[in-house]
């Protein structure tokens, strides 16, 4: 209902200026409803616990928090609940890409950053070779009794990253995107994907499937050029609509920590009971697995569980002041349509409680056009499909870590280059975008990253 | 400071009592007397925030410093059981090592706050948490399978799938000789965009080459636990035809010269790191963090409360506590190999303590003792929140106490928390930990120390 709303209002500032929702003196809406972090006394991370917690949960928040920052060693070890990174990874911890829960570094800013996943195109035989993510590190090689240790297990290449630069027509913005490039694998074929801010994941999983599914529009039959489309995944009773991962091709927080443990860490789980070792990976296969005695994974049920109860429950810090800038970048906001895919506002329940939070995502897939598109399939999700991002926090993000960059790969250093890079079904928004005055570009910039 | 506070308190509240209200007139021989000195009428002692701060920053350099005196003094004992390996330099190796831990772990609550030991920078400077020599200190847990020996399995855990060699596992940084000691690559590890580095330093790598996996009483890891710590033999650092890699099994005598090459690297580097906060905190600098910090104002208060918070529950009890309990995993404690575990939990509680009364004891027995915690939140009126945290964290003391005593007399916290997930001396010292930061929350709030900077209007930056 709102993308229509926000379609109908479209170069309408004077109706717009009398909704209710728009008070231009009052703060920005709560983000996380009834479950927003108000300031406290830490200004350095975004991990704090949602602010109604009781202390018996938030003992297991912490104890969830632990799981998210210590980092993974090798098996076997004494610490046995933690042992089992690898033995091809990417990141010791979670804390090492998701900094503060927040945002992993750019590669422009930092071309070494671990916060870095290397996507693989199941193109020529790459799956079969590397698996569909590029590990770039590798435990030590202990290969037994007998045999001689051969130092570190190659783990496979990091790629080397080349920046190249974009001029557009009407603007001076000059935009620099990365290209990831491997020996033996087309740069085609490599998607990098910063690590994302972490908050408010919990209140995400909790809108309705049913609202998604009101929100879809695959046909366009309201001819707004908008055809966002829900990523449905799994068969029968278990198919539900993707939510997390720049594709969305995990369901639920409990699906998509896993995955990054697996992916990201070499640490298998319940979801993920397999290593990431390629098929003729035989050294990789040969090393010792962090299971526990009785066949437990290298992460057990007890602590995956806590894992993604923090994961989940991450509070959404309050806005930022809503100055008169802010307020004007708002006005853009609504002129350009953008929530005609970052639909502000979703109505949840969550532990029996009713409120309404303000993520600005519809969660669903959306063509972003040719500039954008990393040309990786992954389940439903075509190369060109992104699933709209949250915009909560973001500018917290980039103020907790300014390193980092925004959309998936965190090329663009500011909300306008973003905006900028839109193509496909945000194509027409985004060239209305770059018409615009320089001042109410920033206004626009400002508002975004207020929420 | 507390006493003393507490005792002025007390007789102004008595005054209070007899004359209905304190007017400075009062000397000592009572109302016939002659008249006492004016005192400020109804507030027993005036101390301000940067007064807290000062004496917190104080604390910082001395027990930081204590720490870092005794680990030259672990050094030494190291460089002595190398140079003439045998019980008695091995044990007085180790009682070294447990010494350090003492003030150490009263510095942990000068973790979780971005100050120098999370975010040093090489030149000086603050940088972002896990820039500082946290990791390369204190780092856990510990792969130890990259540097020593280890058993094929460790409390009944073998960790074994198909195709794994089903006997001792060998490979490491000691067995292979072609890996050059020297500090550059035992910091650097070989691991090159590594964010965490240093794996294979810090107090717990020192740990596990002095006494070795704990692996109970048939040493084979799969045997009852029992009431040892790890059971490295001093024949491990001896060479030549002596030299073994566990009890009982002889080695090459290049393994224990690398042995012991690589212990005395560990000290030398631990040192060094303990250096750098010594530094950072030496109250005769000038720009270091110290004066920033002391210059801090209540960013530095906030920052202060925040750390007694986070190591309080999150850290003691939600991490080192909560996770040994919920999994029962002998090892998943802090000092698996030593078994001094029930240490770490007091010197980090009693690191609180410090915090909240402005109070120290260094390692040669004097005091800093300067502004608490307590005597601001008297200063400021809030009388009843000061001792409302005073009995928590007294609560808390003497809870946690039951579990080093029983330590002390025998049952390490491994097997303690075999005793199941309701054990009342665990269980009661984390709720009382979690009860304490119900009452930190109300120190935090009376003093309204809210840091407000992320808040600030964004224009600036766009």
Redesign the interface.
């Known amino acids: 209902m709102i993308r229509l709303a926000a379609t109908v209002l479209i170069g309408s500032t004077l109706l717009i200026g009398s909704c209710s929702q728009r008070d231009a003196t009052g703060p920005l809406p709560a983000p996380g409803g009834a479950w927003t972090l108000a ?7 975004l991990v704090q616990p949602t602010p109604t917690m009781d ?2 949960t ?6 969830g ?2 799981m998210f920052r ?2 993974w ?13 690898g033995p091809l990874f990417s ?3 979670c ?2 890409c998701h ?2 829960a927040g945002r992993g570094d750019s590669l422009l800013n930092d071309p ?1 950053t ?1 916060a870095m996943a290397f996507k693989l195109a199941d193109v020529d035989d790459i799956h079969s070779r590397f698996g569909d993510q590029l590990q ?2 590798a435990i ?6 007998g ?3 051969s ?2 297990y190659p783990g496979e290449p ?1 790629p080397s990253v080349k920046v190249e630069t974009l001029e557009l027509d009407d603007t001076d913005i000059v935009l620099n995107r990365v290209h990831a490039s491997v020996p033996d694998i087309p740069a085609y074929a490599i998607s990098p994907r910063v690590a994302p801010g972490l908050v408010g994941l919990g209140l995400l999983e909790a809108i309705p499937q049913s609202r998604l599914e009101a929100l879809e529009d695959p046909d366009d039959a309201n001819s707004d050029g908008i055809t966002g489309r829900v990523h449905w995944v799994g068969e029968g009773e278990a198919r539900a609509a993707g939510r997390f991962g720049w594709k969305a091709p995990h369901p639920t927080v409990a699906a998509q920590t896993a995955d990054a443990f697996r992916n990201d860490i070499g640490i298998t789980s319940v979801y993920n009971p397999v290593e990431t070792c390629a098929p003729q990976q035989q050294r990789c ?9 009785q066949g437990d994974h290298e992460i ?1 049920g ?2 995956f569980d ?1 894992a993604v109860e923090f994961t989940a429950s991450l509070a959404v ?2 806005a ?2 809503a ?1 008169a ?2 307020r004007r970048g708002q006005r853009v906001f609504e002129d350009l349509a953008c929530a005609a895919c970052h639909t502000p506002s979703h109505d949840i329940v969550v532990a029996g409680e009713q409120t309404t939070i303000w993520p600005y995502t519809d969660l669903l897939l959306h063509d972003m056009g040719p500039l954008l598109a990393d040309g990786i399939a992954q389940g439903d999700a075509t190369g060109g499909e992104w699933r709209t991002p949250p915009l909560w926090s973001l ?2 993000q ?2 907790l ?1 300014p390193e980092t960059g925004f959309l998936h790969d965190g090329r663009a250093a ?2 306008q280059e973003a905006v900028l890079w839109h193509g496909g079904e945000a194509a027409t928004a985004a060239a209305r975008f770059k018409s615009l005055s320089k001042a109410e570009q ?1 206004a626009l ?2 508002f975004v ?2 929420l | 400071m507390n006493k003393k506070l507490t005792g002025l308190l007390a007789m102004g509240l008595l005054a209070l009592a007899g004359c209905e209200g304190d007017d400075g007139s009062v000397g000592p021989a009572g109302a016939t007397g002659a008249a006492g000195p004016a005192g400020p009428a109804g507030v027993p002692l005036v101390v301000t925030r940067t007064d807290v701060v000062t004496t917190n920053a104080n604390i910082a350099y001395a027990s930081y410093s204590d720490s870092w005196v005794l680990a030259i003094e672990l050094q030494g004992k190291i460089d002595d059981l190398v140079a003439a390996p045998s019980q008695e330099t091995f044990d007085a190796a180790k009682d070294a090592w447990l010494a350090v831990n003492e003030p150490y772990g009263q510095t942990e609550v000068y973790r979780f706050r971005v100050g120098p030991i999370d975010a040093l920078l090489p030149d000086g400077s603050l940088g972002v948490e896990g820039d500082g020599p946290e990791g390369a200190i204190n780092a856990w847990p510990l792969g130890e399978a990259l540097v020593d020996y280890v058993a094929t399995a460790v409390d009944g855990d073998e960790g074994s799938d198909s195709g794994n060699p089903p006997t001792g596992v060998t490979g490491n940084i000691i067995s292979d000789t072609t890996f050059t000691l020297s500090k550059a690559n035992i910091r650097d590890n070989n691991e090159l965009d590594d964010d965490e580095r240093n794996l294979t330093t810090g107090f717990h790598v020192i740990e596990f080459l002095l006494w070795g996996q704990d692996l109970n009483a048939d040493l084979s890891g799969t045997g009852t636990r029992d009431a040892t710590g790890g059971q490295r033999p001093f024949s491990d650092y001896q060479t030549g035809a002596s030299c073994t890699s566990g009890i009982g099994t002889s080695s090459a005598s290049v393994i224990c010269e690398r042995r012991g090459q690589y212990l005395q690297l560990a000290a030398e580097i631990l040192v060094e790191d303990l250096k750098t906060l010594v530094d950072a905190w030496n109250p005769n600098g000038t720009g270091n963090h110290y004066a920033n910090f002391v210059a801090g104002g209540d960013v530095s208060l906030a920052k202060i409360l925040e750390g007694m918070g986070r190591l309080g529950f999150g850290e003691l009890a939600g991490e080192r506590m909560n996770i040994a309990l919920l999994t029962n995993s002998q090892e998943d404690e802090h000092s698996c190999f030593s078994d001094n575990t029930h240490r770490d939990i007091v010197t980090n509680a009693q690191g609180i303590v410090n915090s909240y009364f402005g109070e120290y004891t260094r390692i040669d027995g004097s005091t800093v003792d300067g502004a608490g915690i307590d005597d601001l939140l008297i200063s400021e009126g809030f009388t009843e929140t000061a001792n409302a945290f005073r009995a928590a964290l007294e609560t808390t003391m003497i809870r946690i106490s039951t579990i080093d005593d029983m330590a002390k007399a025998g049952m390490p916290f491994d097997t303690q928390i075999q005793l199941g997930i309701n054990e009342p001396n665990i269980a009661g010292s984390i709720q009382a930990l979690s009860a304490q930061t119900d009452i930190l929350e109300t120190v935090i709030s009376d003093l309204d120390v809210t840091v407000g900077d992320l808040r600030q209007d964004t224009e600036e930056e766009i």
Do not use: C, M
């Open positions: 300031w406290g006394a830490t200004s350095h991370t202390r018996e938030e003992l297991r928040f912490w104890t928090f632990a210590d980092p060693v090798k098996a076997p070890s004494s610490t046995t609940a933690r042992d089992g990174l990141a010791r911890s804390q090492s900094a503060g070494d671990p770039t590190r030590y090689d202990v290969t037994g009794v045999k001689r240790l130092g570190f990091r296969h040969d090393q010792r697995s962090g299971n526990g005695p057990g007890i602590l806590t810090p309050e930022r002041r100055t800038k802010v500018g917290l980039q103020q870590n500011t909300i920033d910039a400002a990253l207020a």
